[in-house]
């Protein structure tokens, strides 16, 4: 009647797709302890590591809990304590941890009687709450784990890609909040044929990179000719943070969803220290304190 979650930090984005692509860190991440209880609904009773709302409502693990038991016949409801080490407004889909977690948790409990498809359905309400938009790219891989694809919104519909064993995430998060919300505010909603050719031209070879295992073809697809420019001037020193990352071996480098972490791929963990090593000696110059994680993706 009880059961405790890891929930997953994720990279959304990868560079060439945005709010289509994601990926799970398997060593980075919130947990949650959740239990089964006679009361009706969701009661939150306990939050550490981050300062956020306790109330059912306010709260994205609460709302994506709630989308849960209006879709169950369950009479009961569920006690939810959440540990948080992933901070809120980092880049690495801190909502999507608490909101998955909540779903998956809750799923369990009650024998499993949703699909992963509809978990991620559920847990986009939490993401609505804390950004303003249903976006799939985060509670998809923490769900499904590994690269997930959202080929289409609606219908929803969501893709498990291969995770090729030797790919490493390296995350270094300076330490700025940037709302998802408002880093959204500032993008064009329309984009050029050239630019559109450019980033579906990456996609594509981005998910036939990770499928084939071709790390060079991986490599080359990690482009973003749409989103980066505009939002990368949020980031303190990104461009130096990225030509650190791309110097020391990394397959390539980009803003880690909405920002402002900053997220690299390489080949073999012991690449992937190098990078984080070269990101890190860029801050440690300008004196901007952060975060770094290396991590394993399937
Ligand atoms: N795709 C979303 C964005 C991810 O970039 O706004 C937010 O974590």
């Known amino acids: 009647n009880e059961i405790k979650v890891f929930c997953p930090a994720t990279i959304a ?20 302890v ?40 369950y009479e009961g409801g569920f006690e939810i304590e959440i540990y948080k080490k992933i901070k809120a407004g980092s880049g690495i889909g801190s909502s999507a941890a608490s909101s998955t977690g909540a779903v998956c948790a809750m ?29 799939a790219d985060n509670v998809a891989p923490a769900i499904y784990g590994g690269f997930t694809l959202v080929r289409s919104y609606s219908p929803l519909d969501i893709i498990k890609i291969n995770t090729p064993k030797k790919l490493y995430a390296t995350v270094i998060h300076p ?36 499928y084939t295992e071709d790390y060079d073809l991986i490599s080359r697809s990690l482009e973003d000719h749409i989103i980066e420019p505009i ?22 480098c980009g803003i880690s ?22 990101m890190q000696n860029v801050y440690n110059k300008v004196g901007i304190p952060y975060d770094t994680h290396v991590s394993t993706v399937n």
Request: hydrophobic fraction near 40%; charged fraction near 20%.
């Open 107 to 135: 799923n369990k409990l009650l024998g499993e009687p949703f699909s992963n498809l509809e978990l991620v359905q559920f847990a986009m309400k939490g993401e609505e709450l804390a950004s303003g938009v249903q976006h």
């Open 175 to 210: 330490q700025i909040e940037i709302k998802t919300s408002d880093s959204r505010k500032i993008l064009k909603t329309t984009i050029s044929l050239a630019d559109g050719i450019k980033q579906w031209g990456n996609v594509g070879g981005l998910i036939a990179g990770l």
């Open 13 to 32: 984005n990868i560079s060439c797709g945005f709010d289509v692509l994601g990926v799970a860190l398997d060593n980075v991440g919130d947990e949650m």
């Open 34 to 73: 959740v239990k089964k209880t006679s009361k009706k609904g969701i009661t939150i009773t306990k939050i550490e590591g981050q300062n956020l709302p306790l109330e059912t409502h306010k709260n994205v693990a609460g709302v994506a809990g709630l989308a849960l038991l209006s879709a169950s016949d």
């Open 231 to 252: 939002r990368s001037i949020l980031i303190p020193a990104f461009d130096n943070v990225k030509s650190a990352s791309l110097n020391a071996g990394a397959l390539g």
């Open 257 to 278: 969803g909405s920002g402002p972490s900053i997220y690299a791929l390489s080949k073999g963990k012991e690449t992937a220290e190098k990078v984080a090593q070269a």
